[in-house]
């Protein structure tokens, strides 16, 4: 499951939203600013983190996109130590919580994602040409 190196991310994921519910941008922005600007997490490592903390059942995604603690969890609940190989399964959780991060940044920021539109059209093509 997660490895070591994810250990903290998952504590700072479950403090910032135990203040209050934030998306996955958000939380994102929120890490940055606490550590003024040295660190900012990539989607890819927050959205499939947030996703598999909803199905164990930590934290819950309400219907306006934002995450919140299910019960009273303590930050460092559930951490988990193995880590196996990266499988097709692996990479498209992350193209999942990418294509989550720039839903939430279109939400929250709808003139952020304008400059990207053709290289959205161009990797939405290539997705659609693996289907087939």
């Known amino acids: ?14 403090m910032i939203i135990r203040r209050q519910p934030r998306n996955g941008a958000e939380i994102i922005d ?7 600007g040295w660190w900012r997490p990539s989607p890819g490592s927050v959205y499939p983190m947030l996703e598999e903390m909803v199905s ?3 934290i819950r995604k309400r219907p306006d996109g934002r995450y919140e603690l299910v019960g009273d969890v303590d930050p460092l609940w559930g951490w988990h130590m193995g880590s196996g190989p990266r499988t097709p ?12 991060y720039l839903e939430d940044l279109r939400r929250s920021q709808p ?5 990207i539109q053709t290289e959205l059209d ?6 659609r040409k693996l289907r087939n």
């Not at 929120?30 to 003024?36: A, F, G, I, L």
């Not at 399964?89 to 989550?100: F, N, P, W, Y």
């Not at 003139?111 to 400059?115: C, I, L």
């Open 111 to 115: 003139s952020a994602t304008q400059p």
């Open 1 to 14: 499951m997660w490895g070591r190196k994810k250990r903290g991310l998952r504590t700072w994921v479950l």
């Open 56 to 58: 164990e059942g930590a």
């Open 89 to 100: 399964q692996d990479v498209l959780q992350e193209i999942s919580g990418l294509t989550a």
């Open 30 to 36: 929120d890490m940055e600013v606490m550590t003024r």
């Open 122 to 127: 161009a990797v939405a093509e290539r997705l």
